[in-house]
């Protein structure tokens, strides 16, 4: 697997378009390719106020358009204009329980917001496209040196889950999220598959993969009903934190684990086409905690007082899987992987973050300082 010294190499001065730039992931993306020295080119919805993305926005693009992934108008006029070498789709709905109260909306933009990218770039490079552009844009696809390298980031829920005990699904398992969160990002799945077979099956022009990640934990994550925010949540208000489903057990992993395993596979992707196809992004079965045991970790960390309340009675009203893994085993052999951070740094580099938000919230320019430089020694450690 290629350390950030090579992804350096790989990526100085190189274009990447990122969907989904202003989210969680996204910003720790934009900080991870601007250290290494990478071209970023972000399409997304304006960041929330208070975001991580909005407290560090003025370091992080200066080419970015503020639009909804489902506006193909906008999104392929954006891509004309940047041509990418890599294009990360990140866009999405990323909430289990929003998909509850919001399914329609998040079909919508799951499924529909990847068949508006795989549109955006055919209309891009003219693949299958019937129309000619006046500006004699026809001819783009037979211009590209090299392959556009591309990853469509799904997730861990995508596969048929019965909830087995020590099952770790694999790549060749079915597909077929239970829940409309989980069910939309298997249709994504299919959406890319789809397209890949139809308009991007000439590898010196495409290539394309999908990767899916499980759960990842980092500082400056706010989004709602997720256990690390709401930890968080609870020192700043100084309220007793209740944990539902304590005994729920789950896999977790930093936030630049899977980001740095995602720039491994379109590099090596955009060397060779054997690389590209569908991969899990999760720990080993020794980073699987309860809920329980997640909390009293990042507690620990932040050296907080906080008091907290276990459900001890799991929620039933929506069904939320109380076992899921990954089998890593193709990332292993295909890239040599290996894990990157442990846990004890997870928890301590999350806790450190979020503590910083805490103490900075009213002065953007220090913690923007002072999170970068942050980060960027963690960087120096890999």
């Not at 969680?24 to 960041?47: S, W």
């Not at 992080?60 to 954006?78: C, G, H, P, Q, Y």
């Not at 309220?239 to 684990?257: D, F, W």
């Not at 846990?343 to 580099?349: E, G, I």
Request: overall charge positive; hydrophobic content about 35%; aromatic content about 12%.
């Amino acid at each position: 697997m290629l350390n950030l010294r090579k992804l350096k190499k790989f990526y100085k001065n190189k274009k990447v378009l990122i969907t989904g730039h202003t989210g969680f992931k996204g910003t720790y993306m934009c900080v991870l390719l601007n250290y290494l020295g990478a071209r970023v080119y972000g399409y997304a919805l304006k960041p929330e106020k208070g975001s991580l993305y909005d407290l560090l926005a003025s370091l992080l693009v200066k080419n970015e358009v503020f639009a909804d992934i489902r506006d193909e108008k906008k999104l392929t006029s954006f891509m004309k204009k940047v041509k990418p070498d890599y294009i990360i789709h990140m866009a999405a709905q990323p909430l289990v329980l929003r998909g509850y109260e919001e399914p329609a909306y998040t079909y919508d933009v799951n499924v529909l917001g990847t068949v508006r990218l795989m549109e955006a770039i055919r209309k891009t490079y003219n693949v299958g496209v019937k129309h000619r552009e006046p500006n004699g844009e026809a001819n783009r696809r037979g211009e590209l040196r090299e392959p556009v390298s591309i990853l469509n980031v799904t997730t861990d829920k995508v596969y048929e889950n019965n909830d087995l005990s020590n099952y770790a699904f694999k790549e060749c398992d079915k597909l077929c999220g239970r829940d409309p969160y989980a069910n939309s990002k298997s249709c994504s799945e299919l959406v890319t598959y789809a397209y890949k077979k139809s308009f991007f099956s000439d590898e010196k022009y495409f290539r394309i993969s999908t990767a899916r990640a499980g759960n990842v934990i980092g500082g400056g994550d706010l989004n709602e009903n997720r256990i690390i925010p709401d930890c968080y949540r609870a020192i700043k208000n100084r309220k007793a934190m209740l944990v539902r489903n304590p005994k729920s057990i789950r896999p977790y992993q930093y936030v630049l684990e899977p980001l740095i395993i995602y720039l491994n596979i379109l590099a090596y992707q955009k060397k060779n086409v054997k690389y590209a196809g569908s991969y899990n992004i999760g720990p080993d079965k020794k980073a699987c905690l309860t809920t329980r045991e997640l909390v009293e970790k990042f507690f620990e960390a932040a050296a907080s007082p906080i008091r907290v309340i276990y459900n001890r009675q799991k929620t039933t009203a929506r069904h939320e899987a109380s076992f899921l893994r990954l089998d890593n085993k193709l990332i292993k052999k295909t890239f040599g992987y290996k894990e990157i951070f442990k846990m004890k740094d997870t928890m301590r580099y999350t806790a450190d973050i979020y503590l910083l938000m805490l103490k900075e919230q009213h002065n953007k320019k220090v913690f923007t300082t002072k999170f970068i430089d942050y980060i960027y020694k963690i960087f120096d450690k890999i």
